[in-house]
């Protein structure tokens, strides 16, 4: 009989805490209330050791890419879908513990063990409301909106447990045979009931949520469409600085401007920071002599503005990755505004700090030695999106998006180095970029005729930081290595567009693509995973003709 009480159980905790999650989603997306699934899982990629969080991301992205689906666009999405079975497991769990003891005898299934059931499920996740950082929302507030939730859980499953495992506390030889076909009617309709309840929370909490979720995506997609400084599609003038080039991508390369609604996005959390422009200040303290709390007014008209197209790509991509977007960033050099900080001699790194949670130490050496590293402010001409780091974030040539914290809120001139968050989770203290080339399409659908030979144009892009690409080389099923024609880059610090005309031969065929940086140095053909350095290897293409 235990064994079906568990059941019973995890069936009743399972519905409550969908119906939990739909109101709290509805909350969270109309009033900014905290919502506990992804609180709990942001926490848990804080405190879990860096080897565990590395493990899961490999599996998260094997996952996707067995799936055969873009992980720059659907990474966010799967985050947030183990964070909603991480917590539903929770809740299954704690329902079918109650029930188990309730049923054993060992404590009465009335309100009040209903009330510590609920708060056992709640307080901690409370804590971790607190822990996890500053909320919109008035902390009394959003604390009171999370008990009244997880004790409102706790009172319904309290309920739930009287009605359906009644006559299992009581002698069966009491009862007649009458009695307790009567009481299993009752509680298979009140199940129905339950169950019903329950769907239909869920149901109108998530539906509403996720429409008020969509309305709010369209009318950010709906600003940077009117706002976007470049087109880098059909733009009818010659806007970028390799107009003019006459190599022209392969048809079906990515865009060489990646528009910003499909900038790849990796941030530490569920959901990204949200900063009010407005109300923000960066303070710059520690070894300086002149501490400076600078607004974004402050540094947009006080000092000479920078811009710099540029490629960022992420440390966890595979070869091939598509987490790797080039834009336009405007900003100011970090060296200015530490002149006007009056860094002192001792001074050795600093400390950033960000509004997500995240961290990052950056080296003054390297600082002082290029002067494009930069506070950036702006994407293509236009404030930094939400998604990717408003309202400041920092850029540094020729380093992974793990060492290029978003959101920043604080930055603290030390001597010392501390590791920052992902280097503490074992990933590459220096994460320099890895020279890489990828191929993007075999265009079958867009042959050339040149003579009596058909082509067929082959693309894609090659990337090796601020260091540049010399040459790229394509060899088709095995055989001999032939260059490829390079397009200008945008800058010496975004990625290159190649493309090959490949003489058609009917058949299957494996294509791969290999590059040299700017001074010659090969890309490293032997495969490495992406952690803790990047990910190395030779990207291949298979097409039939």
């Given at each position: ?35 506990a ?18 493990f ?10 067995l ?37 054993a ?6 309100l009040?063990?209903?009330l510590?059931?609920g ?46 495992l ?21 509680r ?7 169950g019903?309840a329950?769907?239909?929370?869920t ?15 369209r ?26 080039d ?27 920071t ?52 080039t834009t ?7 060296q ?37 590293i ?14 990717h780091?408003f ?27 501390t590791?920052?968050?992902?280097v503490?989770?074992?990933w ?10 990828v191929?993007?399409?075999?265009a079958?659908?867009?042959p ?12 894609g ?6 260091r ?16 490829a ?6 800058s ?34 032997e495969?490495?995973d ?16």
């Open positions: 009989m235990t064994s079906r009480n568990i059941g019973i159980g995890a069936l009743a905790g399972g519905l409550l805490t969908a119906a939990l999650t739909g109101l709290s989603y509805l909350a969270y997306r109309l009033v900014a209330l905290p919502f699934p992804f609180e709990l899982f942001d926490w848990m990629g804080r405190v879990l050791p860096g080897p565990v969080i590395t899961g991301i490999d599996r998260m992205i094997d996952t996707l890419l799936l055969g689906v873009n992980v720059a666009d659907t990474a966010k999405s799967a985050e947030q879908t183990i964070a909603l079975g991480q917590f539903m497991v929770g809740g299954i769990v704690l329902g079918a513990v109650y029930f188990a003891v309730t049923s005898r060992k404590i009465r299934p009335d009040l063990s209903g510590v059931a708060a056992l499920f709640g307080l901690p996740l409370v804590g971790i409301s607190i822990a996890i950082g500053p909320s919109p929302v008035n902390p009394v507030l959003s604390i009171g909106w999370l008990l009244l939730i997880f004790l409102g859980w706790g009172a319904a499953l309290s309920l739930a447990c009287n009605r359906l009644l006559h299992e506390r009581e002698e069966p030889a009491a009862q007649p045979e009458e009695t307790l076909s009567v009481e299993a009617l009752s298979r309709r009140f199940l129905i009931r339950f019903t329950t769907a239909a929370i149901v109108i909490g998530a539906g509403v949520g996720t429409v008020l979720a969509q309305a709010e995506r009318r950010q997609e709906a600003a940077l469409s009117a706002t976007e400084a470049h087109n880098a599609e059909g733009a009818s003038e010659m806007i970028f600085p390799n107009a003019n006459p190599i022209t991508p392969a048809p079906g390369t990515r865009p060489e401007y990646t528009p910003l609604k499909d900038f790849y996005k990796v941030f530490i959390r569920t959901e990204p949200v900063i009010d422009g407005s109300m923000w200040m960066l303070p710059i303290t520690g070894l300086v002599d002149n501490p400076l709390v600078l607004t974004l007014d402050d540094i947009q008209n006080n000092y000479q503005s920078r811009d710099q197209y540029a490629t960022l790509s992420c440390i966890s991509g595979r070869v091939g990755t598509t987490l790797i977007s336009l960033w405007t900003g100011v050099s970090v200015d505004i530490l002149a006007d900080a009056q860094v002192r001699p001792e001074a050795r790194y600093l400390h950033i700090t960000s509004g997500d949670g995240f961290y990052e130490t950056v080296d003054l050496d390297l600082i002082n030695s290029d002067e494009r930069m506070l950036c402010y702006a994407w293509d001409g236009n404030p930094i999106p939400v998604d780091g309202p400041l974030r920092i850029w540094i040539p020729d380093r992974y998006g793990m060492k290029q914290p978003k959101w920043i809120t604080g930055i603290e001139v030390t001597d010392q180095y590791d920052g968050y992902w503490e989770r074992s590459d203290k220096v994460a320099q970029v890895k020279a890489t080339s191929i993007d399409t075999v079958v659908d867009a050339i005729t040149d003579g009596d030979q058909t082509l067929i144009p082959v693309g892009i090659a990337f090796a930081g601020a540049g690409i010399s040459q790229v080389q394509v060899r088709v099923d095995g055989g001999p290595w032939e260059d024609e390079l397009r200008s880059p945008l010496e610090t975004t990625w290159v567009i190649w493309r090959y005309d490949w003489p058609f031969n009917a058949g299957d065929h494996t294509f791969e693509v290999r590059c040299a940086e700017g001074d010659g140095t090969p890309q490293i053909e495969v490495h992406a952690h803790p350095s990047g990910a190395t290897g030779i990207d291949s293409y298979e097409a039939t003709l």
